[in-house]
């Protein structure tokens, strides 16, 4: 059997739950447990796939094609594993089903409420991944914050197990943060106080408080927050602001929150942490040796979580490559066949990052151009992809009127089309191209150097493709399909010849870069901006100028 441990959140969102159970579990990995962590979201939607990014940031995608929130892409970077759709519950689907089973008849004649009846699918929820023997330790972090009514039903149900479990089974954590007040220099522990007391007014003790906060705890505050919130003074754990998400892991350690999970839990057979590949990346991460400027062009670029795993991922290439990876964003909006010289001057590589929808489009053509005219590293990724192979069909091929059929229904030359199956496809939610697939990779190709194989799996999310019809046309002339689904010859990545790196890729290799194992095309794409930077100007080619 497995032993649960419940991540709450208090007095305020955004205080990094995801990270401190992210850091929490890579410790406990690291000391040699089985580890995996869920998410539970209050909100209604049955997934965030809908979500617009604005809303909830990311949406990540796990390798059995669901779609998720974001958090998951920060366990999966930590811990070096796949989640899946059971690492991820919301509301919504949990009265998905037990609405569904009241109309199957499963509660005749009794009333359906949210005790037991709700709560019990959310304990179900909970205790299905440390069912089968996998795992040693399942972390469940609930989302949102204690004391909102949309996650009372969670709350109950971590109450009902702290009860209905063996004491040593659960560890209950609650972060909490402690505002530093200028006016009077003093940190202060009342909203941590208040939370607590809401927390326990709901029937849940906390084992432990994780403080986030901004200067360091005294040993009389720590003491005071025992006190009050009822727990002993070392389960008071100061989270100090940290440069990057990845010190975490060595703060958490450092404050022991691994060891009294451990002592809770009655766990006696676990090692030392073996922390030194992540010390090492943290190392060549704070101590770059170079460093270059890469344009990331998207439409929702005042929202970072947006773009999270990009970023993310970015940060591992970085490392690999000991250089320093600055972001710069780029509005596609903004960019005009006029101004494009100059919203792109001084970069040394360009990303043209997923999306969906008319708007920013024709900045990201111009974009492309301008990149695989002037030997810029070019990185498309989904719609990124989509708009480099209109681009070449534009201002290459010779196929003026040439678009997707997403942004033009009525385009002259369907370059990018919707997919066979996806036409009488009409439902939103979960219905896209999702999840892992097969990519068979050309060996004479820069795929193939990069990836160092003639097979990958890559996951994706998407409705539309690049049309074969046009595919003769397009590898005549310079742009080839280096990459395609066994299967359905679907096109997978597309890259161009004679250009220093450009590379455009139909799935989301952000999705699968970790910590320990950074994502291959982001490590050479870095690699070839790192080159570009050196050389100190453009490479010049015939093969970049543009035909026409
Ligand atoms: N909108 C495009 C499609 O559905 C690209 C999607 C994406 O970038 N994730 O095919």
Same mark, same amino acid.
């Given at each position: 059997?497995?032993?649960?441990?419940?991540?709450?959140?208090?007095?305020?969102?955004?205080?990094?739950?995801?990270?401190?159970?992210?850091?929490?579990?890579?410790?406990?990995?690291?000391?040699?447990?089985?580890?995996?962590?869920?998410?539970?979201?209050?909100?209604?939607?049955?997934?965030?796939?809908?979500?617009?990014?604005?809303?909830?940031?990311?949406?990540?995608?796990?390798?059995?094609?669901?779609?998720?929130?974001?958090?998951?892409?920060?366990?999966?970077?930590?811990?070096?594993?796949?989640?899946?759709?059971?690492?991820?519950?919301?509301?919504?689907?949990?009265?998905?089903?037990?609405?569904?089973?009241?109309?199957?008849?499963?509660?005749?004649?009794?009333?359906?409420?949210?005790?037991?009846?709700?709560?019990?699918?959310?304990?179900?929820?909970?205790?299905?991944?440390?069912? %089968?023997?996998?795992?040693?330790?399942?972390?469940?972090?609930?989302?949102?914050?204690?004391?909102?009514?949309?996650?009372?039903?969670?709350?109950?149900?971590?109450?009902?197990?702290?009860?209905?479990?063996?004491?040593?089974?659960?560890?209950?954590?609650?972060?909490?943060?402690?505002?530093?007040?200028?006016?009077?220099?003093?940190?202060?522990?009342?909203?941590?106080?208040?939370?607590?007391?809401?927390?326990?007014?709901?029937?849940?003790?906390?084992?432990?408080?994780?403080?986030?906060?901004?200067?360091?705890?005294?040993?009389?505050?720590?003491?005071?927050?025992?006190?009050?919130?009822?727990?002993?003074?070392?389960?008071?754990?100061?989270?100090?602001?940290?440069?990057?998400?990845?010190?975490?892991?060595?703060?958490?350690?450092?404050?022991?929150?691994?060891?009294?999970?451990?002592?809770?839990?009655?766990?006696?057979?676990?090692?030392?942490?073996?922390?030194?590949?992540?010390?090492?990346?943290?190392?060549?991460?704070?101590?770059?040796?170079?460093?270059?400027?890469?344009?990331?062009?998207?439409?929702?670029?005042?929202?970072?979580?947006?773009?999270?795993?990009?970023?993310?991922?970015?940060?591992?290439?970085?490392?690999?490559?000991?250089?320093?990876?600055?972001?710069?964003?780029?509005?596609?909006?903004?960019?005009? %066949?006029?101004?494009?010289?100059?919203?792109?001057?001084?970069?040394?590589?360009?990303?043209?990052?997923?999306?969906?929808?008319?708007?920013?489009?024709?900045?990201?053509?111009?974009?492309?151009?301008?990149?695989?005219?002037?030997?810029?590293?070019?990185?498309?990724?989904?719609?990124?992809?989509?708009?480099?192979?209109?681009?070449?069909?534009?201002?290459?091929?010779?196929?003026?009127?040439?678009?997707?059929?997403?942004?033009?229904?009525?385009?002259?030359?369907?370059?990018?089309?919707?997919?066979?199956?996806?036409?009488?496809?009409?439902?939103?939610?979960?219905?896209?191209?999702?999840?892992?697939?097969?990519?068979?990779?050309?060996?004479?190709?820069?795929?193939?150097?990069?990836?160092?194989?003639?097979?990958?799996?890559?996951?994706?999310?998407?409705?539309?493709?690049?049309?074969?019809?046009?595919?003769?046309?397009?590898?005549?002339?310079?742009?080839?399909?280096?990459?395609?689904?066994?299967?359905?010859?679907?096109?997978?990545?597309?890259?161009?010849?004679?250009?220093?790196?450009?590379?455009?890729?139909?799935?989301?290799?952000?999705?699968?870069?970790?910590?320990?194992?950074?994502?291959?095309?982001?490590?050479?794409?870095?690699?070839?901006?790192?080159?570009?930077?050196?050389?100190?100007?453009?490479?010049?080619?015939?093969?970049?100028?543009?035909?026409?």
């Amino acid at each position: 059997m497995a032993k649960y441990i419940f991540v709450t959140g208090g007095v305020t969102s955004s205080l990094g739950k995801g990270i401190i159970a992210a850091s929490l579990a890579k410790l406990l990995q690291a000391r040699g447990l089985r580890v995996t962590i869920q998410k539970f979201d209050p909100y209604i939607n049955v997934d965030p796939g809908t979500l617009n990014p604005y809303e909830h940031g990311e949406c990540f995608v796990t390798e059995d094609g669901a779609e998720t929130d974001l958090d998951l892409g920060h366990y999966e970077r930590y811990l070096n594993i796949f989640t899946s759709q059971a690492n991820n519950v919301t509301t919504g689907r949990i009265y998905q089903t037990v609405i569904n089973k009241e109309r199957e008849g499963a509660y005749l004649g009794k009333t359906v409420q949210v005790v037991p009846h709700i709560t019990d699918e959310i304990k179900r929820r909970m205790l299905e991944l440390g069912q %089968d023997s996998k795992y040693d330790v399942v972390i469940t972090e609930i989302g949102g914050t204690v004391g909102d009514i949309e996650s009372l039903p969670f709350v109950e149900a971590v109450r009902q197990l702290q009860w209905e479990l063996p004491e040593e089974d659960t560890v209950v954590i609650h972060l909490t943060l402690i505002p530093y007040l200028k006016a009077a220099k003093e940190l202060k522990t009342k909203p941590t106080q208040h939370s607590v007391r809401m927390l326990s007014q709901e029937g849940v003790h906390p084992d432990i408080i994780v403080c986030r906060t901004e200067r360091s705890l005294t040993p009389e505050l720590r003491r005071k927050i025992a006190l009050f919130c009822n727990v002993k003074p070392e389960a008071v754990i100061e989270a100090a602001d940290a440069a990057s998400i990845y010190e975490v892991p060595l703060l958490m350690q450092r404050e022991k929150l691994d060891l009294i999970c451990l002592r809770k839990m009655e766990i006696t057979n676990y090692g030392e942490p073996e922390m030194l590949k992540w010390k090492e990346f943290l190392d060549k991460l704070k101590y770059p040796k170079s460093k270059v400027t890469i344009g990331l062009i998207g439409k929702y670029l005042e929202l970072q979580d947006a773009y999270k795993s990009i970023l993310e991922s970015f940060v591992h290439a970085g490392a690999v490559n000991e250089c320093q990876v600055q972001i710069v964003n780029v509005h596609s909006e903004y960019i005009t %066949d006029i101004n494009v010289g100059e919203k792109l001057a001084g970069l040394d590589g360009l990303l043209v990052a997923p999306g969906f929808g008319m708007r920013g489009v024709e900045g990201k053509i111009t974009a492309v151009r301008y990149a695989r005219e002037k030997g810029l590293p070019f990185f498309g990724i989904c719609l990124g992809m989509q708009m480099a192979v209109i681009e070449y069909a534009r201002n290459v091929l010779g196929l003026t009127g040439a678009h997707s059929t997403e942004m033009d229904p009525q385009t002259a030359e369907p370059v990018i089309d919707l997919m066979d199956d996806q036409k009488q496809v009409t439902a939103k939610g979960g219905t896209m191209r999702l999840g892992a697939y097969p990519c068979d990779i050309r060996e004479d190709s820069l795929a193939f150097s990069i990836y160092g194989k003639k097979q990958v799996s890559e996951r994706h999310r998407h409705r539309w493709e690049f049309n074969n019809r046009y595919l003769e046309q397009f590898e005549n002339s310079g742009m080839k399909a280096s990459g395609k689904n066994p299967a359905t010859g679907l096109v997978e990545i597309v890259e161009l010849t004679g250009h220093p790196f450009f590379i455009g890729v139909q799935y989301h290799p952000e999705l699968k870069s970790t910590v320990e194992s950074p994502q291959p095309i982001f490590v050479h794409f870095i690699k070839a901006a790192k080159e570009r930077a050196e050389a100190g100007s453009p490479v010049k080619s015939a093969a970049l100028q543009s035909t026409i």
